[in-house]
């Protein structure tokens, strides 16, 4: 009898764990969604270390979810794959670069050899990961924007559009806004009106204009 009452007691425990677990990965997938910088990066380390694939929307559509969530949340089902060794060594090369030309005549790393690097030895592997780091950042010197804007230049592919949407709205660097809209156009990707929409609203909720510059993109020619 008391063993029965231990395991009935067990069960119940169990039970109420999986609530907790499961709101605990809910909430590091809403913070990833909804905030930058620092809360941001370490919702996804906390996301990578702990996390599994339940409190993810696994099939994301453009009538509940708009186009930047879903390539974030992309990214975070990414980091449980394998190509996340290539994403920790892409970030680490990046990471450790002022370090490695700290005793060269070099004074600043090359945003044109960082690109090239990243396109050889990863292609476009890790350009969906740069992409959403690049809108989350809030702190990146000079030379890693620029950096990583002439990787995704040489990766244009549709999957990262909405990111570089969100940043050319966000962006007042006039050379850095140029290359994010080459990058755009060369995607071509078919969704750009509707990822364009997505901005707009989004832009309203923050009481700022959409940029003419991104109108012009799925302007009628």
């Not at 599994?52 to 949340?73: E, G, K, R, V």
């Not at 990111?163 to 006039?174: C, G, M, N, W």
Request: some cysteine; charged content about 25%; hydrophobic content about 45%.
């Amino acid at each position: 009898m008391i063993f029965v009452r231990l395991l009935f007691a067990a069960c119940i425990l169990c039970e109420a764990q999986v609530p907790e677990a499961g709101s605990k990965m809910e909430t590091l997938v809403d913070k990833a969604l909804n905030s930058r910088g620092r809360e941001y990066f370490e919702a996804e380390r906390a996301y990578r270390l702990a996390g599994d694939l339940s409190a993810l929307p696994q099939a994301p559509s453009a009538t509940n979810m708009d186009p930047l969530s879903a390539l974030i949340l992309q990214v975070l089902r990414q980091w449980k794959q394998p190509e996340a060794q290539e994403f920790d060594q892409a970030l680490e090369y990046l990471d450790t670069l002022p370090a490695r030309i700290a005793n060269t005549p070099i004074t600043s790393p090359s945003p044109s050899g960082i690109s090239g690097y990243l396109s050889m030895h990863f292609s476009w592997r890790v350009a969906d990961l740069m992409a959403v780091h690049l809108i989350k950042q809030t702190d990146w010197p000079q030379w890693r924007v620029s950096g990583v804007l002439l990787y995704l230049r040489e990766q244009a592919r549709p999957s990262i559009t909405a990111a570089l949407i969100r940043f050319v709205s966000e962006t007042q660097d006039k050379r850095w806004i140029a290359v994010a809209l080459d990058t755009i156009r060369a995607a071509q990707d078919p969704d750009l009106p509707a990822k364009v929409y997505a901005e707009e609203r989004h832009a309203a909720t923050k009481s700022r204009p959409l940029p003419p510059a991104l109108k012009e993109l799925v302007k009628p020619r």
